[in-house]
């Protein structure tokens, strides 16, 4: 059974940076895409980036682009979301999900985490 694990997620500052990281146990992360979703209160859940099995290929939603870092690290069967300029509006429960290579180009997910929850507040 494939399980994914998020952790990271914490209270933060306005203007500050959280890693969140997807572990997986059960399987190894080499042959999946991942991607990261979020949903705030009230709202439907957004993806916001994913990484391709190799990590040779990354997207991003254009609320995160060039503020959130997708990375991945096979050898630890972990997956990063690295976090910067972190805005209110990031608010949310962060999601992991894994998929077949396509899952990245539109495809669907198969496989989810839990979540963890991100606050963004002074």
């Known amino acids: 059974q494939l399980q994914l694990v998020e952790s990271g997620g914490g209270l933060v500052q306005p203007g500050g940076s959280l890693r969140l990281s997807c572990a997986a146990s059960?399987?190894?992360?080499?042959?999946?895409?991942i991607a990261w979703f979020r949903q705030a209160p009230g709202k439907e859940r957004e993806r916001i980036s994913c990484i391709s099995p190799s990590g040779g290929s990354t997207n991003y939603a254009d609320s995160v682009k060039g503020r959130f870092t997708i990375s991945r690290d096979n050898a630890k069967n972990t997956v990063y979301l690295q976090m910067n300029s972190l805005k209110p509006e990031d608010t949310a429960v962060y999601y992991c999900?894994?998929?077949?290579?396509?899952?990245?180009?539109?495809?669907?997910?198969?496989?989810w985490g839990k979540g963890t929850l991100v606050t963004v507040s002074s």
């Open positions: 999900a894994a998929g077949p290579a396509v899952a990245c180009y539109g495809g669907g997910v198969h496989s």
């Open positions: 059960g399987f190894t992360l080499d042959y999946y895409a």
